[in-house]
């Protein structure tokens, strides 16, 4: 449980939060509580569980704390990500001490990077990024912002992610591809086209079969 000198607030309770915390303690940062509208969600039960201090939105509650955004949705992820930098607050990376990130790749804040994640080389990760567990982005990928990477999934070298886009659990993504803004990669895809702006890709190799979000 949280103590009196803890300080780090999760914007979110849910299973991905579950996954952050943990990380945080494993990277030394100490957590002060956590909000979510749900008054009992998976982070206040079971093992090392946190306090709720508040409601999803009460970002109020959080100036003067460094913060992070600890939910998977991508868009309430936006939502919150223009509220966030509305409100100028302190917010903070988090990565698991088992993932690598190259000493010549870089990201933006408010990166969250799980274990086994593998950074390689001149890799540009944009801001409010999530790398799930053991996901791998190769030499010279560029992410944009809010790009969230499933567990499992590979972007091959060059390969481009364009901002509020979901590559599912276990996608591929062969070399030098271009995935627009908004999309979704299924999970188990291996694209192998660029992918436009706003499409759902699925399959082997993948094809669009909805124009969404
Ligand atoms: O539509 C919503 C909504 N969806 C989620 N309206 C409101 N008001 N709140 C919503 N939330 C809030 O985000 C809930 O309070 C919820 O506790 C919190 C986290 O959402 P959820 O529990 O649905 O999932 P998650 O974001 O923690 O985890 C997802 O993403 C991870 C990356 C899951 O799909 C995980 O399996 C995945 N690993």
């Known amino acids: 449980m949280s103590g009196p000198t803890d300080n780090l607030i999760l914007i979110g309770g849910g299973g991905h939060a579950i996954v952050v915390a943990e990380a945080a303690r494993r990277d030394g940062m100490p957590i002060k509580g956590f909000l979510d509208d749900n008054?009992?969600?998976?982070?206040?039960?079971?093992?090392?569980?946190?306090?709720r201090i508040g409601s999803l939105r009460a970002l109020d509650l959080c100036q003067g704390s460094p913060v992070h955004l600890a939910l998977g949705g991508l868009q309430l992820r936006r939502e919150l990500i223009n509220a966030i930098e509305a409100a100028a607050l302190d917010t903070r990376s988090i990565i698991d001490p088992s993932a690598t990130i190259m000493r010549s790749a870089d990201h933006g804040p408010a990166l969250f990077a799980a274990a086994r994640v593998v950074v390689q080389p001149r890799a540009l990760i944009g801001p409010w990024c999530i790398l799930n567990t053991g996901s791998i982005i190769?030499?010279?990928?560029?992410?944009?912002?809010?790009?969230?990477?499933?567990?499992?999934?590979?972007?091959?070298?060059?390969?481009?992610?364009?901002?509020?886009?979901?590559?599912?659990?276990?996608?591929?993504?062969?070399?030098?591809?271009?995935?627009?803004?908004?999309?979704?990669?299924?999970?188990?895809?291996?694209?192998?086209?660029?992918?436009?702006?706003?499409?759902?890709?699925?399959?082997?190799?993948?094809?669009?079969?909805?124009?969404?979000?």
């Open 138 to 213: 190769e030499h010279e990928c560029v992410l944009d912002a809010n790009v969230h990477i499933a567990p499992g999934a590979i972007l091959a070298g060059g390969v481009h992610v364009g901002q509020d886009t979901l590559i599912g659990l276990g996608a591929r993504v062969l070399p030098g591809i271009t995935i627009g803004a908004s999309c979704t990669v299924a999970a188990g895809a291996v694209v192998t086209r660029d992918v436009p702006d706003h499409t759902l890709v699925v399959g082997v190799p993948a094809k669009a079969v909805e124009h969404h979000r």
């Open 39 to 51: 008054p009992d969600p998976p982070l206040a039960r079971g093992p090392a569980s946190l306090d």
